[in-house]
T-cell receptor, first 116, second 115 residues
């Protein structure tokens, strides 16, 4: 079945450092890909998405490009801030195949800690 | 617009007791999901509704978990009897339509501790 794999955390960076969180996926069809973020004490929020190959999703300085050839959707930010400290989840949604109903399938999450 | 509402926010019960969680999705959202998030893991789908019909409950432990969505709006998830391994955050989410690319809107979740 479909699955998502993220890099292990926690990732600890200094403020203004460059961020990459790796995400790869396995899917039956042509899924949409998402990054969700969970700030301490809050619910999951959509950060960005891409619905087809070579699309780039972006929001709040974060970017991710849908790479079909490498089945990847890595999250990047050029200069992180303390306020970016959170747990980041990569996810896919796929309607191909009998078992796929459009639900989100999540990776295990990567904790980001940004120090001043 | 108002977000997805869940209650209670926290619940502590002893094993073998029963518990129920409530979710009110965003108005007009036809699709409703219940996810289980165990500490240190990503959310895992338990059940998905389209209006008041079940679309996917393949990962719902049906011997102890049940869920309903009366009138296609609010939903209740019940656990009876609870086990220690049910300790998790239970997330409710809704989306406007069931199409690829349509984002899910999540509530803040109910944190369940089973002792």
């Amino acid at each position: 079945g479909d699955s998502v794999t993220q890099m292990e955390g926690p990732v600890t960076l200094s403020e203004e450092a460059f961020l990459t969180i790796n995400c790869t996926y396995t899917a039956t069809g042509y899924p949409s890909l998402f990054w969700y973020v969970q700030y301490p004490g809050e619910g999951l929020q959509l950060l960005l998405k891409a619905t087809k190959a070579d699309d780039k999703g972006s929001n709040k300085g974060f970017e991710a490009t849908y790479r079909k050839e490498t089945t990847s959707f890595h999250l990047e930010k050029g200069s992180v801030q303390v306020s970016d400290s959170a747990v980041y989840f990569c996810a896919l949604s796929d309607l191909a195949g009998s078992s796929n109903t459009g639900k989100l399938i999540f990776g295990q999450g990567t904790t980001l800690q940004v120090k001043p | 617009e108002a977000g997805v509402a869940q209650s209670p926010r926290y619940k502590i019960i002893e094993k073998r007791q029963s518990v129920a969680f409530w979710c009110n999705p965003i108005s007009g959202h036809a699709t409703l999901y219940w996810y289980q998030q165990i500490l240190g893991q990503g959310p895992k789908l338990l059940i998905q509704f389209q209006n008041n019909g079940v679309v996917d409950d393949s990962q719902l432990p049906k011997d102890r978990f049940s869920a309903e969505r009366l009138k296609g709006v609010d939903s209740t998830l019940k656990i009876q009897p609870a086990k220690l391994e049910d300790s998790a955050v239970y997330l409710c989410a809704s989306s406007l339509v069931r199409v690829v690319g349509s984002p899910l809107h999540f509530g803040n979740g109910t944190r369940l501790t089973v002792t």
